[in-house]
């Protein structure tokens, strides 16, 4: 499902999303247009200071996610382990505990929020002629698939 580049209604569709079909993990994957390369793992989102303008000129009130939410939601998955087990032909991954503040995190944030730590997010490089939509199709299949043995080893 893709994302508007608009916080309200992307953090509608997250909420939808866990209410609706109610996931074991819902994993988003974000562009990073400045990374070359690299594909970055993102820990945690962040409940405050998105103060810029997404796509229709608005920002969250007081810059915040979650009113009521803590300032920081850490995913279930570690991402660090994952970070450091997994390897892909052709891209760099690298582990992070900042995903910005804009949409990405935001609405990392909020189905961090609603699906209680069980979501993970990828920023991915933009498509270029060292990474092409199989490797990359590749690198995040195998990603989630090892996120995917960390969710059942916590069910076991």
Known sequence: MQLPVAYQKAKEQ?????TTLRPLLTVHVGLA????AIIILEQCGKNKGYQEMDACG????GGCCMLDGPEKIESTINMKTLWKNISVE???IIFSRDAGRYLCDYTYYA???YGSG???FIHVPPLSQSVTADTLGKALQTII???LKQC???RE
Do not use: T
Not at 14 to 18: F, G, L, N, Q
Not at 33 to 36: F, N, R, T, V
């Open 14 to 18: 997250v909420c939808k999303i866990w």
């Open 33 to 36: 247009s400045s990374a070359k």
């Open 58 to 61: 608005f920002h969250p009130e």
């Open 90 to 92: 052709g891209i760099d």
């Open 111 to 113: 189905s961090l929020y």
């Open 118 to 120: 069980r979501a993970a």
């Open 145 to 147: 698939l090892e996120m």
């Open 152 to 154: 059942g080893e916590e």
